[in-house]
């Protein structure tokens, strides 16, 4: 089965800087990858997602990359904001399968003002 | 989007009673409902899919008579912890799906928060 890697655990940053978490996944079927940003006691929204045709994709502040030839995908936040604190998780499964994705263990995102 | 409730949001039990947690699509029909549970600072841990009318699938690891799944119909899925305890104590998440919302995406419930005393 799919094993997604998410690393840091944690990461902190102060605000206004760029936050990087990087994630790998070892099935070559797996084609969509979602992130989701938890705020605490609170559900996993998703945030962006890339498709495995497409190597790059932006929104406003959050751009996900994805080498599928390394396996590997990650989540680029630029000009941090205390409110971009949470954790963030993502995800890989294979799209028009058993739509079963799995997680990565998940980064705990500090933005110090 | 797409809106997933749970009920209740959270509850405290007595160790060896049941406890019922609904998970609703309120605006589509979900062919697909998942169910997590999730500890602190952990990851989602993927208990069962259930599909409409048919049993659930579990995962490994996870008891099926003790975590007990029903999706009677496309709108509600109902996870029944039977006879708890302390260690059934978590946060249990339920996910719906529909290619009618969107291929790929899932919509989470807000979770309910477990305690068993």
Redesign the interface.
Known sequence: GENVEQHPSTLSVQEGDSAVIKCTYSDSASN?F?WYKQEL??????II?IRSNVGEKKDQRIAVTLNKTAKHFSLHITETQPEDSA?Y?CAA?E??G????T????T?LIVHP | GAVVSQHPSWVICKSGTSVKIECRSLDFQATTMFWYRQFPKQSLMLMATSNEGSKATYEQGVEKDKFLINHASLTLSTLTVTSAHPEDSSFYICSAHSPGQGVNEQFFGPGTRLTVL
């Open positions: 969509y979602p006691g609170k559900r996993p929204q998703l997602d954790v998780f499964l799209s028009g058993s739509y079963i994705p997680f990565g263990r998940g705990s």
